[in-house]
Structure formats: C-alpha cells, structure tokens
C-alpha cells in the first residue's frame, strides 16, 4: 500500500452549492458565488490519493465563510463568518439571518469542518497543515496596489517568514525552505511571504491549538483561471488541462516540502 504524504490539506472557501435551508433569502447569483469563492481550488488542490488529509466543504464563503472565528459576525464585520455584503459589495440576504437560520449552519458545515480538522491535527504522523486559498490578481479596493506574486505563503509573521508581533503558525526556517521549494518550481519571484496575506483564522486557530505547524497558501487566480467571462463550476476544456498541469506542479512541491517538514 502506498505510504501517503503526512500533510493535512484543507479548502475551506472552493464551496460552491448554497444550502436550500436559506436559498429564499439569497440574493446572489451563481456567478457572483463563483467570482466570491476560491473556485476550481478543489480541483487545483485535488491530492486526495496522494495525502493522509484532504478537508473541504460544498459550502460557499459567502454563505458560511470558514476561515473566520464564530463570534466574527455581523454588523460589526460584513466579511466575517456569515456575511452581509460579497467581495464585490453586493447584498447576499434580502432579509438578515436570524439566530437561529446561523447556529443551524454552524451545526451544518462550520462544526463538522472544525471536527474535521482538529481530528486530522491529532494523528502524530501528521508534520504539517496547509490551508489553502486563491486571491484575486490585484486588490479589489485598491487600484494602485502594486500586482499581487503568483503565491503568498503565510505564518502570520513578517515578509522574512520572521516574528512580528504575534506567536507564528510555522517557523521561519520551514517557511524559507519553502518558498524556496515553490521557487525551484514555479521560477524565481513568484513567492512572497505574508504578503498580502499573513494568513488567516484557521492557521492561528489550528497552529496554536493543536501545536503542528500551519502555513496559509494562496495562490494567484490569473495562474489558472480565466478573469473575464462566465464561469463554470468546474473547469473544463482548456482551463482543465491547466488546472490539472498546476496540480502536477503543486504535487511535486508537496512531495518535497514532505522532507523539510521532517528534518
């Protein structure tokens, strides 16, 4: 039997399927659900037969976003972890949620992800969690933001991989050798550290709870998927072959990064 990688890999935001519980109140349509997620990464980071781990969910972010703390709610946060406004600042609900519509989907999707999680975090063969995302190409809110790297890997520290001001999710030491790994692989500059993202709560939430090492990964929509145009659910034609050729790659990284998660 083949020996699978000791990786937790989780996906938290490659949902695409709003729940028929609160269908009546959703005001968004498939394709601003599509434009919102971290589509196709289910497929971009497919490594179900080749890891001890795979987590992901059918739930859009939009709907139950899960790399946000339970209490990150609204009318404090919009973007907290049942929003009121997309990343495009449109509407989700005709009318807010109440309470109890909420518990009913943190009972749903938020619960069993985390129990997912935090029994996969438990196997002491497991070196290593990645939770991984894709980002626009460019900051929304922000035009003049300069272009965004084709990843950014993050440990909550600064652009060295160093400590700033909070406890990191990963050592520097780990997060150099792999965006040197990534590097080797992707060419040189493709990687930035914590920038834009330090990472988020499912990184802090798992790395200091569960005391392995977590590291966020982003990558660059632009690298696989196209920025105009509808999209489909899953990849097709062209954009399959590409999705499948970027999996391939990320594999290879995964295999190595396997070795410096071990010394």
Avoid at 44 to 69: A, C, H, M, Q
Avoid at 75 to 102: A, C, H, I, M, Y
Wanted: with cysteine; net charge negative.
């Amino acid at each position: 039997m083949k020996t699978k990688i000791p990786l937790i890999i989780s996906i938290p935001h490659g949902g695409d399927r709003v729940p028929e519980e609160v269908k009546e109140k959703f005001m968004l349509d498939q394709q601003e659900v599509l434009r919102d997620g971290d589509t196709w990464t289910r497929e971009l980071f497919d490594f179900e037969v080749e890891v001890k781990y795979l987590i992901t969910t059918e739930v859009p972010r939009v709907v139950v976003d899960l790399n946000r703390g339970k209490r990150d709610l609204p009318p404090e946060n919009f973007d907290g972890v049942v929003k009121t406004k997309s990343v495009f600042l449109n509407q989700v609900w005709k009318d807010p949620l109440e309470t109890g519509e909420r518990e009913a989907l943190f009972k749903a999707y938020y619960d069993p992800y985390f129990n997912k999680l935090h029994d996969a975090a438990g196997d002491r063969e497991v070196k290593l969690g990645i939770d991984c995302h894709s980002m626009l190409p460019e900051d929304p809110f922000n035009k003049d933001a300069e272009k965004r790297p084709l990843f950014c890997i993050s440990n909550r520290g600064g652009q060295m991989g160093e400590e700033l001001d909070e406890p990191l999710t990963a050592t520097q030491d780990l997060m150099v050798e792999i965006k040197e790994i990534f590097e080797d692989v992707f060419g040189q500059g493709s990687v930035r550290l914590n920038d834009p993202f330090k990472g988020g709560y499912i990184t802090k939430h798992m790395a200091w709870k569960k005391g392995i090492p977590w590291i966020q990964l982003e990558v660059n929509r632009i690298l696989y998927m196209p920025m105009e145009g509808k999209l489909s659910v899953h990849p097709g034609g062209k954009d399959k072959e590409r999705v499948e050729g970027i999996n391939r790659k990320l594999l290879t990284c995964l295999k190595r990064i396997q070795g410096s998660s071990e010394e």
